[in-house]
């Protein structure tokens, strides 16, 4: 069912920085329906969170979660922490363990102190916390691959764009589900860097 | 799904998904794997306490999906759960009984049982008949004196000197019966437990990267996290991908200044645009 719509994401940590990615495509199994999908949302400036899976469980989990975070900034008059952040979605999926949502989340933020947090989910909910890259989507085997083989530690942010850019192209060319473009948003404590890839249309 | 957001939820599962997907398993689309913790898991008692052991594999199908993960789980400050099968299920099962057991010290101010983590953990699993596929080995030290127990998926449990669950649990559980002895001390413990552990990592496909090892006695528990690291990674390329700056074509690009965020305690609120996000 993962592969009804086709999607690839990504994030990785770099020094003081983030970055995640995704595909752009959205499909009804093998026709191509839009090349401008979103997949990455913001939850706030410095969180976010990439839903891979079926499209329309990933929008309604998101609908959800902005609902959420929402009543949590007017109770606690402050932004949530990305590791609550990734409890919350891990207790949302796993409350519908035995009907679940078609979604694997990738939360990316930056906690205290600016420290990078990436973490991603299967679709009920248990966590799996990365010091380094985490994946999701079709084209997920690639991706483990292209990541474990170019990522580095460490990197600066102009260095980490090219690496996940790099490594979101090569392996979307090797699923026929995801790919059409890519997105990448990294953020640095100061400013965030959202910007559209240019790939192979197919 | 009329009223689904606006009720508060009263906890447990909820159900309103379940028939949609089913009528999408009808219309021929597969069903997801979940994350599996293929895994060795390991406990035995000696002379003073207990030693949990574990692999630090989580697998989603054939793929790795976590090379180092934490599979012995926090019940009480003197026991420790290691947990196989369905990654979400160990974990949830493993926090909310933790969370049961932390109210229940609270109201008996009293260090906690293993045998109530047991009887919490026996009762959750089998009112789920197992569809909550959470095999465990759960261990401490308590007045009573140190207890080991397995718990599997449909509720029933055992009491054992040693114990191995999980894929790897043959390969760990001919190390144990062919070394075990009772009144092992500290060192042998772990040794053996490392050794158990190993043998899973090496033989069984389903376990594999670290050893993590938790000793829990009765003046403290130390968990050794990453005890042993047998599987270093030995492809580290010396040079390393080097993409220059402006390598990847990009079509357009946006960038947003963070303003100031929202403080914790000051009470200056930051400008608006910070707080308020795109409307749906």
Not at chain 1, 86 to 111: D, N, T
Not at chain 1, 149 to 173: C, G, H, R, W
Request: proline share 4%.
């Amino acid at each position: 069912i993962f592969e009804y719509n086709g999607s690839a994401v990504v994030a990785m940590v770099g020094k003081n920085c983030f970055a995640i990615a995704s595909d752009r495509r959205l499909g009804v199994q093998l026709q191509t329906v839009a090349t401008d999908f979103q997949r990455v949302f913001e939850i706030h400036p410095k969180l976010y969170i990439g839903l891979s899976g079926l499209a329309s469980d990933a929008q309604t989990l998101y609908q959800r979660l902005v609902f959420k975070h929402k009543l949590y900034q007017l109770r606690e008059e402050r932004d949530m922490k990305p590791e609550t952040f990734a409890s919350l979605v891990s207790a949302m999926l796993y409350e519908k363990r035995f009907g679940p949502y078609f979604c694997q989340p990738i939360i990316a933020g930056l906690g205290q102190d600016d420290v990078p947090f990436i973490c991603t989910m299967d679709c009920i909910g248990a966590k799996e916390l990365a010091k380094d890259f985490v994946v999701s989507g079709t084209a997920s085997e690639s991706l483990y691959g292209a990541c474990e083989s170019m990522y580095k530690p460490n990197m600066e942010p102009d260095e980490l764009f090219e690496t996940i850019s790099q490594a979101l192209l090569s392996s979307v060319d090797r699923d026929c589900l995801s790919g059409w473009g890519g997105y990448v948003l990294v953020v640095t404590p100061t400013e965030v860097t959202e910007r559209v890839l240019k790939g192979r249309m197919d | 799904m009329a009223g689904s957001m606006e009720l508060p939820a009263k906890g447990g599962f909820s159900f309103d998904l379940c028939r949609r997907n089913a009528m999408l398993e009808k219309s021929g689309l597969k069903m997801p794997g979940f994350l599996k913790t293929g895994t060795t898991i390991v406990g035995l008692v000696f002379k003073d306490g207990v030693v949990l052991g574990a692999d630090t594999r989580a697998t989603e199908g054939p793929i790795v999906a976590d090379k180092n993960c934490e599979k012995i789980h926090f019940m009480a400050p003197n026991i420790y759960c290691c947990g196989a099968g369905t990654a979400a299920d160990t974990e949830a099962v493993t926090d909310m009984v933790s969370s049961q057991l932390q109210l229940h010290r609270y109201a008996t101010s009293r260090e906690s049982r293993v045998v109530t983590a047991l009887t919490l953990l026996k009762t959750h699993l089998f009112n789920y008949q197992g569809h909550v596929s959470a095999a465990l080995v759960l261990g401490g030290v308590d007045v009573t004196g140190p207890h080991l127990h397995t718990v599997y998926p449909h509720g029933s449990t055992d009491t054992l000197p040693f114990a191995t669950m999980g894929s790897g649990s043959l390969a760990a559980m001919s190390v144990f019966e062919s070394k075990y002895k009772e009144g092992l001390t500290r060192e042998e413990g772990i040794q053996l437990v490392a050794d158990a552990i190993s043998a899973g990592i090496f033989n069984d496909l389903g376990s594999g990267s670290n050893v993590d090892v938790c000793v829990i006695t009765q003046g403290g528990t130390e968990y050794l996290r990453n005890h042993k690291e047998p599987n270093p990674r030995t492809y580290v390329s010396s040079k390393g991908f080097s993409f220059t700056p402006g390598h990847t074509e990009v079509l357009s690009t946006r960038i947003t200044q963070i303003g100031p965020v929202v403080a914790e305690a000051g009470p200056v609120v930051a400008e608006g645009d910070v707080i308020m996000e795109e409307g749906l």
